[in-house]
């Protein structure tokens, strides 16, 4: 879980969208899902390291919302009315 960034109810709600997407022949995508961006690595970025060694950084957001993967405004995959949690 760590490693995708998400919480045990992320994953078992993104584990359900995978499945309704699937059963309509889509593909399901975490619009939150930063890649390498969340652990400020990669290009940009910070090297491997700095993630087992304290530094401190700024945010990349505006620390009042949640950043969203480039280019999406939800979920792809996911149909409104479909979501499990609360609107935004």
């Known amino acids: 879980l760590v490693q995708h960034g998400e919480t045990s109810v992320e994953a078992q709600d993104h584990e359900i969208y995978r499945k309704v997407a ?5 593909v399901f995508i975490n619009s939150y899902d930063l890649g390498k961006i969340f652990f400020n690595i990669g290009d940009g970025g910070c090297l491997m390291y700095t993630l087992l060694i304290p530094f401190r950084f700024l945010p990349y957001t ?10 999406f405004e939800r979920h792809r995959g996911v149909r409104r009315g479909e979501e499990l949690t609360d609107d935004e």
């Open 22 to 26: 699937l059963s309509r022949g889509e």
């Open 62 to 71: 505006n620390e009042r919302s949640w950043a969203r993967t480039e280019g």
